[in-house]
């Protein structure tokens, strides 16, 4: 049997040297026709690629056909390989999907729509956009699985060339990678493709941090080698008297799975017990057990380090037995064992259908690979968020399980973090709705205990009508599964509840936000609100509040902004208390009428010395200072909800404390922008609390910075000097 190598690389730049690489790898797999029908896509790529460069400056038909040679690699059928090939034609050729189908047939012209399809997202935000990747991304993959498997190969060229694109595309590039289509290798078993797309996203992520491993396995390399080669002897020696037919191999853990413990575990290089591992392919499971006894006979196991994939495969179908054991000179090492069948699937994964001549129709282990598809697609709701649909789907495809029983033995697989509700979800929704409790090895435990591989967990549920979840698991449950049940349960059966929730909700926030508005103004605000959410009527708007469909923590930025432009075309009218007698607070702020009073400065403004001010009375928490200009005072205190509580406010003639302001920069997105205005706050003598930006789709970028300062005269002058700084377009202060 040949072991796999890792997938192929042309290292040529010619194009007729890749193809025949290409057409070496896929010699012995296709037939005449086949190969001719390989050869004919080239020809139609090329010609469409024609006079195109990439931006390492090498023809365009490289990328293709090196995506192309991975699949080939990975022992993908000529269906896939001609899709591969013509993958970019459609996109940005001339070429029509319709001329590709004429050519070729429906199969390859759906498989290359649907890799186009993936790369074609007209939406306003980067969130949104690489929510509906993915999300076509499930479709097509539940469809035609070739097609990820192709946007795989397609990403990892893409990766093995990203240094030619600016520093922090690179960055970007390389987290989505590693979030998203990592863990997609992953759960279709993918190994060499998935380990090599993590290595480079770390590569490009934490640069530093990638050599030091690099270094330190470089520096053992010699003495590694040794002990591999001394290690596989001996395991061969013994071996051999109990199984025939064995082979042993070595291997060394991937970078990016040292970086894992090292960084996120907080180990230091002497502390991973994997780094080295030996691997024993044998011919049947019987086999596998029976090796497992010999290593634990000539080498000490480390307890705790025993998994048996076997009889409980991950749910990418991955099976082994994994044990570490301390070897010669007390150096630990695992040692992984399986079938010639199982180490096929391992290297290939789904890829193994095509390698094998399977092909897509097949088998009940085929089609179980595919469900976890179809649960992500059937978990999205259709008032979920953007950004809550990216991190569900990165939660579901995350790479570590925890696997866990029911009493009577039945196995289930949760990603790590997940709590006893999960499980209870993950068993069906049923149990989910009636949980009361749970017992994880005989004692019962709180509902958001995170489970461990290995419990044994019993649900506890009540027969009682009307029972069911609580609003409040939603903030405690880790898969998308569990979420999605939850709400539907909401939907479903407390719509009325929902209602009166979702209203009490938006009117707590409104209060809290200083949002105050007439009956009949209150009904015409909250409609729009409703309207840009898709909600038909202000019922349907509170009934998804109260089920949770709708976050109001996400919204109130934008409300606040509509209130504003309501109330900013009339000049605030000021209703005080009657003048008392003016006293000095210790805040530097003299409220009219009372006496020695608590001040606080409020968030939304951050009022300066030098801006007209009023006062809010709050229960129990003094009097709250806000701009007049601020988008929480109402434009006619008359008429807001109890006038009385707003208050006249001054500043005292001798201030002498600094205030926190926040300034928005609007600027050219360039290198160095950061820096610049960093250097000159530090010139300037200014305190720094926050800073930070974030990129937006026109190519800008947006810096938010919180200053100390002492009044608005020294704001006035600080906000002068930014302005000459290149690129700074314009300044808005924070909450006026």
């Not at 759960?187 to 330190?216: C, F, N, Q, T």
């Not at 309207?531 to 349907?540: A, I, M, Y």
């Not at 938010?704 to 314009?730: F, P, R, Y």
């Amino acid at each position: 049997m040949k072991e796999f190598k890792k997938t192929s690389v042309c290292t040529s730049s010619c194009p007729e040297e890749c193809m025949e690489l290409l057409l070496e790898l896929i010699g012995d797999n296709c037939t005449q026709k086949e190969m001719c029908d390989v050869k004919k896509a080239y020809q139609i790529a090329n010609e469409a690629h024609e006079g195109q460069k990439r931006l390492s400056g090498e023809p365009y038909i490289m990328h293709p056909l090196s995506v192309a040679i991975i699949l080939a690699s990975l022992g993908m059928d000529e269906a896939s390989i001609i899709a591969a090939i013509l993958h970019d034609t459609v996109e940005d050729t001339k070429l029509t999907n319709a001329e590709v189908k004429k050519e070729f047939g429906e199969t390859i012209a759906e498989l290359v729509d649907g890799v186009t399809k993936i790369g074609k997202v007209p939406l306003q935000t980067k969130e949104e956009q690489q929510a509906e990747n993915i999300r076509k991304m499930l479709i097509a993959m539940s469809r035609d699985i070739r097609v990820i498997i192709i946007k795989l190969a397609d990403r990892l060229h893409n990766m093995r060339t990203l240094m030619f694109k600016p520093e922090q595309r690179r960055r970007e590039i390389a987290l989505e990678t590693i979030e998203i289509y990592a863990p997609i290798a992953h759960r279709l078993g993918i190994r060499p493709i998935k380990e090599e797309l993590e290595d480079l996203s770390i590569s490009y992520l934490d640069h530093v941090a990638y050599h030091e491993i690099e270094e330190s396995l470089e520096n053992q390399s010699k003495t590694r080698n040794e002990f591999l080669e001394d290690t596989k002897s001996r395991i061969e020696e013994r071996i051999k008297t109990v199984v025939s037919g064995a082979q042993v191999n070595g291997r060394i853990k991937s970078v990016h799975g040292i970086y894992r413990k090292m960084y996120m575990q907080n180990k230091n290089f002497d502390q991973i017990y994997d780094i080295y591992a030996v691997r024993i392919i044998v011919d049947t499971v019987i086999d596998c057990y029976n090796c497992l006894g010999v290593i634990h006979d000539m080498f000490k196991p480390i307890p705790g380090r025993f998994k048996d994939y076997i009889s409980t495969p991950k749910p990418n179908m991955y099976q082994s037995l994994h044990t570490t054991v301390l070897g010669k000179e007390g150096i630990p090492f695992e040692v992984q064992i399986r079938t010639w069948e199982m180490h096929h699937t391992a290297e290939f994964g789904i890829a193994a259908h095509w390698k094998y001549k399977l092909g897509i129709n097949g088998t009940a282990k085929f089609e179980e690979r595919l469900t976890w598809i179809r649960q992500l697609l059937e978990n999205q709701s259709e008032d979920e968020n953007v950004e809550d649909i990216v991190s569900t789907i990165k939660s579901d495809l995350v790479p570590e399980e925890v696997f866990v029983f029911t009493p009577k033995g039945d196995v289930f697989s949760l990603p790590m973090g997940s709590t006893v509700v999960d499980f209870a979800y993950a068993i069906h929704s049923a149990v989910g709705n009636k949980m009361v409790g749970a017992k994880v090895d005989g004692r019962i435990v709180p509902l958001d205990y995170n489970v461990k591989t290995g419990e044994i967990i019993e649900i506890m549920t009540s027969s009682q009508q009307g029972k069911g979840p609580s609003r409040d698991w939603l903030n405690i449950v880790k898969t998308s599964q569990a979420r999605s049940k939850i709400r539907q349960w909401f939907k479903k059966e407390r719509r009325e509840e929902n209602i009166i929730e979702g209203k009490a909700q938006l009117e707590r926030e409104f209060k809290r936000n200083f949002i105050r508005l007439t009956e009949e103004n209150y009904e015409e605000f909250v409609l729009k609100i409703a309207e840009r959410q898709h909600c038909k009527s202000l019922e349907d708007f509170y009934a998804a509040i109260g089920y949770g469909g709708i976050s109001l923590m996400r919204l109130m930025p934008r409300i606040k902004e509509d209130y504003g432009k309501l109330n900013k075309s009339d000049e605030p009218v000021i209703v005080t208390a009657p003048i008392k007698k003016r006293t000095k607070s210790n805040e530097g702020v003299i409220v009219e009428g009372i006496d020695n009073c608590l001040i606080k400065f409020s968030r939304c403004c951050n009022p300066l010395p030098g801006d007209d001010i009023i006062g809010f009375i709050t229960r129990g928490h003094g009097v709250s200072i806000h701009t007049k200009k601020c988008t929480n005072v109402p434009a006619d205190i008359s008429k807001a909800g109890e006038p009385e509580r707003w208050i006249a406010a001054y500043w005292d003639t001798n201030v002498k404390e600094d205030f926190k302001c926040t300034l928005q920069l609007f600027c050219l997105n360039r290198i160095g922008l950061l820096a610049d205005v960093s250097s000159l706050l530090a010139n300037m003598r200014i305190m720094i609390n926050d800073i930070s930006t974030r990129n937006t789709t026109d190519g800008r970028a947006i810096v938010m910075v919180t200053v100390s300062v002492n009044g608005v005269e020294h704001l006035n002058s600080l906000v002068a000097k930014i302005e000459k700084i290149d690129g700074v377009l314009s300044i808005e202060r924070s909450g006026i």
